[in-house]
């Protein structure tokens, strides 16, 4: 019977870094603290991993926490080795975790977010050709109401980035970036229609405006066959309504001049607004994230160093380093960020990141047994 072994340890508690290359505690507390938690861990050991631990003078066990590199095979289906490449010290240690730090704060930045948007947007957009497609009966006239709220999402996540990034300039009290940013946010508001006018539908939605958006479909026989079909969806803006609401004056006026059999069609213009999005994120992430790159080419050179391999990195018991305190590696997104930076082409290898929370966010757990 496996007897399951849990470690929650905070072995992170502040202070200056000892001459060791060991962190003491921030104060007495923590120092007793530090002590019972330690003193709990190596009485939920089973014995055999006890005696693996080394004793000081006394031939008390001592719980000493140690980091290093390590290399993953996968040797079987569902089966991963672990193989140590070296012993990280302190220093390397707290680099390499901050290193994931501004890796994973780069790749699961808030344009995440017009990214999912558009995605459901997209999908419940494919659903409705998928159901034309198959012979459902007016499947529009239910989906409409859900592309509506697709739509609204999508601007409401165009204003949930341009608040984030605007907070974040608040925060960096740098009028320089400051004005760069805006100055790119304002280049694409004033080159994109599509941008302009779905950023604006947030207010006319918020002040409770309806049914802005209709929906068209049409369903044909592909020419020569008798059972394949193709298929049109477009999600008309109702113009007059937009014009009558508390959206942006100036955009207002610009769907007012508009000639009245101009269609406004709110599938294609979210798709240029997200290609706007996805340019300028491109162009503001180095100067959001300016540690990214110098992260990257550290954790590049742990690829090399374990053989241009994905590198993971673990906290472990001296004496007992197959139960971890914690691992870090990078996911799919920041591995694929470091490899373009380096210009290389290394592949992702699913299945080999054991269960960690987000990087640089504490001491982290993980269950293990012993027979």
Same mark, same amino acid.
Not at 93 to 112: E, F, G, N
């Given at each position: 019977?496996?007897?399951?072994?849990?470690?929650?340890?905070?072995?992170?508690?502040?202070?200056?870094?000892?001459?060791?290359?060991?962190?003491? $505690?921030? @104060?007495? +507390?923590? =120092?007793?603290? /530090?002590?019972?938690?330690?003193?709990?861990?190596?009485? &939920?050991?089973? !014995?055999?991993?006890?005696?693996?631990? $080394?004793? @000081?003078? +006394?031939? =008390?066990?001592? /719980?000493?926490?140690?980091?290093?590199?390590?290399?993953? &095979?996968?040797? !079987?289906?569902?089966?991963?080795?672990?193989?140590?490449?070296?012993?990280?010290?302190?220093?390397?240690?707290?680099?390499?975790?901050?290193?994931?730090?501004?890796?994973?704060?780069?790749?699961?930045?808030?344009?995440?977010?017009?990214?999912?948007?558009?995605?459901?947007?997209?999908?419940?957009?494919?659903?409705?050709?998928?159901?034309?497609?198959?012979?459902?009966?007016?499947?529009?006239?239910?989906?409409?109401?859900?592309?509506?709220?697709?739509?609204?999402?999508?601007?409401?996540?165009?204003?949930?980035?341009?608040?984030?990034?605007?907070?974040?300039?608040?925060?960096?009290?740098?009028?320089?970036?400051?004005?760069?940013?805006?100055?790119?946010?304002?280049?694409?508001?004033?080159?994109?229609?599509?941008?302009?006018?779905?950023?604006?539908?947030?207010?006319?939605?918020?002040?409770?405006?309806?049914?802005?958006?209709?929906?068209?479909?049409?369903?044909?026989?592909?020419?020569?066959?008798?059972?394949?079909?193709?298929?049109?969806?477009?999600?008309?803006?109702?113009?007059?309504?937009?014009?009558?609401?508390?959206?942006?004056?100036?955009?207002?006026?610009?769907?007012?001049?508009?000639?009245?059999?101009?269609?406004?069609?709110?599938?294609?213009?979210?798709?240029?607004?997200?290609?706007?999005?996805?340019?300028?994120?491109?162009?503001?992430?180095?100067?959001?994230?300016?540690?990214?790159?110098?992260?990257?080419?550290?954790?590049?050179?742990?690829?090399?160093?374990?053989?241009?391999?994905?590198?993971?990195?673990?906290?472990?018991?001296?004496?007992?380093?197959?139960?971890?305190?914690?691992?870090?590696?990078?996911?799919?997104?920041?591995?694929?960020?470091?490899?373009?930076?380096?210009?290389?082409?290394?592949?992702?290898?699913?299945?080999?990141?054991?269960?960690?929370?987000?990087?640089?966010?504490?001491?982290?757990?993980?269950?293990?047994?012993?027979?």
């Amino acid at each position: 019977m496996r007897t399951p072994i849990v470690i929650r340890i905070a072995f992170m508690t502040g202070g200056s870094e000892s001459t060791d290359g060991v962190r003491p $505690p921030a @104060d007495a +507390a923590a =120092e007793l603290a /530090l002590v019972e938690a330690r003193r709990e861990v190596i009485e &939920a050991m089973p !014995a055999k991993w006890r005696e693996s631990l $080394p004793r @000081d003078d +006394a031939g =008390e066990p001592i /719980l000493e926490v140690k980091y290093g590199l390590y290399a993953y &095979a996968r040797t !079987a289906p569902n089966e991963v080795t672990w193989k140590e490449v070296r012993e990280l010290d302190v220093a390397e240690w707290d680099a390499a975790i901050d290193a994931h730090r501004q890796i994973y704060l780069l790749t699961q930045d808030v344009d995440r977010f017009p990214s999912f948007a558009w995605s459901d947007l997209k999908a419940t957009r494919a659903e409705l050709h998928r159901q034309l497609r198959e012979g459902s009966v007016h499947p529009e006239e239910w989906i409409a109401p859900l592309v509506e709220y697709r739509i609204l999402g999508y601007s409401t996540a165009l204003w949930m980035y341009y608040e984030y990034v605007m907070a974040e300039l608040n925060r960096r009290r740098d009028e320089d970036l400051s004005a760069d940013v805006k100055a790119k946010f304002s280049r694409l508001y004033d080159e994109s229609f599509g941008y302009r006018l779905v950023f604006s539908l947030r207010n006319a939605f918020q002040h409770g405006v309806r049914s802005l958006v209709s929906l068209q479909a049409k369903v044909a026989l592909v020419d020569g066959s008798d059972r394949e079909r193709e298929t049109e969806a477009r999600a008309p803006l109702d113009k007059d309504k937009f014009v009558g609401s508390r959206a942006n004056a100036t955009v207002r006026r610009e769907v007012r001049a508009l000639n009245d059999d101009e269609e406004l069609d709110l599938f294609i213009l979210c798709e240029e607004a997200h290609t706007g999005v996805q340019d300028l994120h491109r162009r503001l992430a180095p100067l959001l994230h300016p540690d990214a790159p110098a992260a990257a080419k550290l954790l590049a050179g742990y690829m090399r160093e374990v053989g241009n391999e994905q590198a993971h990195f673990h906290e472990y018991i001296r004496g007992v380093p197959h139960l971890l305190l914690g691992t870090h590696t990078l996911d799919r997104n920041g591995f694929t960020y470091v490899v373009e930076q380096i210009g290389g082409n290394l592949i992702y290898v699913e299945g080999q990141v054991p269960p960690t929370s987000p990087p640089g966010q504490g001491t982290f757990v993980r269950e293990g047994g012993v027979n």
